[in-house]
């Protein structure tokens, strides 16, 4: 059942639909600057600050923890507070953006504004493939963000991000931007702003500005060997971030485009040998059988040299392109084949979604559970080979353990799962009563837990 707008949702997307416009009114606010010092002329900051710091929030996250009193039961849980993050107000009526990581796992959440007001939110959705969150106030009349355009930022110029950073609240710091459309490891699907502006734990989730005061950018990311700032952090670009908090709040979650490729960078030697003068595109490695590459006809070796005419410069150029365009429209790539250009039409399909309809779902009576395969796209985007998907349980050996459906079970014991299959085949040759570790990934979390088999068999309810 899709979930149906509410009013406020519908403000909230009619002004994410319009932030576009807003950040190109002549209103926006500029910051000033000061007088040349030894030739060179450094923006002030203070009227950006002053201009823009109300939208910003403090965001508190409560986690239940096993409660200290000796008297209570093992099972006793309160909650506390476990996290501090940062976000800023889209629309008047009490929507927010913030990181997913920030409220991951929330039992409670408290928006903190700069007037002190504290009030609770609720998560509207999140996206796990950008970072990105929509929370929820019941509130009115907030000041909110003018949000800019992330296409148009160009290297060197000037950015502000204000947070929370180790808990200090309203906390401003500057830099600029020192390279765009970054891809991170654990990240290719994101075109990350990368920085310079100091970017500690807590300022997750708030706003990187431009002079004009407009939002250009969600903190999301540091690189460090220290856990504190080194000089390398990275943004959400905010068009990004807008085309996801659309669809939140227009469905309750978001959808991205899947190709079905895996893609390497062109050294210089491989692209002389390919017929290139210089290395630039994404050098197709594998092309996963049924996927959208595969009904299109591209192939292993194929170099992809532009989408829909955008030069691929570099292979990280691709995922995020691909992630951001519709499951379902259709695409024109320029190929480079045994030294010849030409253009492959291509129709791309949903990420996460099943690669074939109908997929069945498997019923483990050993266990008192049913689960189903992961598709290619599904174990692409959490890095893993194999794994079955937890679809339901009943009671059993696996409530027991503490399995919850949405769990991803990675091994029995010392065995990897390949798929459904293989684990109804370890199943069946367990003996009664044995113990065995169970490897789970649950959310962005792994651990074991102990999985018994009782001495009879139980018969899975459905």
Known sequence: MKPRLSAHALL???????????????????AETVAPVLGVVLPDFAALVRNQGPVVVNIHVFRAVPADKPQASATATVPRESGVGSGFVVAPNGIILTNRHVVLDADKISVRFADKRELPARVLGVDPLTDVAVLKVEADHLATATLGNSAQLEVGQWVLAIGAPLGLERTATQGIISALGRSLPSDSYVPFIQTDVPINPGNSGGPLFDLRGRVVGINSQIVTHTGGYMGLSFAIPINTAVAVAKQILAQGHATHGWLGVSAQELSQ????????????????????????????????????LALDGVTIVDSADLPPMIGASAPGSEHLLTVLREGQVGQIKVLFGELGAADKPGSPRQEVARLGMLVSDLNDATKQVLGIHGGVLVEEVASGPAASAGIQAGDILLKLGRQPLENSAHLLELTAALGDGLTLPVLVKRQDNLSFVPLTLPATQPVAGK
């Open 269 to 304: 030697e491989l692209a002389h040998a390919y017929g290139l003068e210089l290395p630039h595109g994404a050098l197709l490695t594998e092309i996963r059988p049924g996927g959208p590459a595969d009904k299109a006809g591209l192939r292993s070796g194929d170099i992809v």
């Open 12 to 30: 909230a997307l009619a002004l994410l639909c319009n932030a576009g416009a807003q950040a190109e009114t002549p209103m926006a606010p500029r």
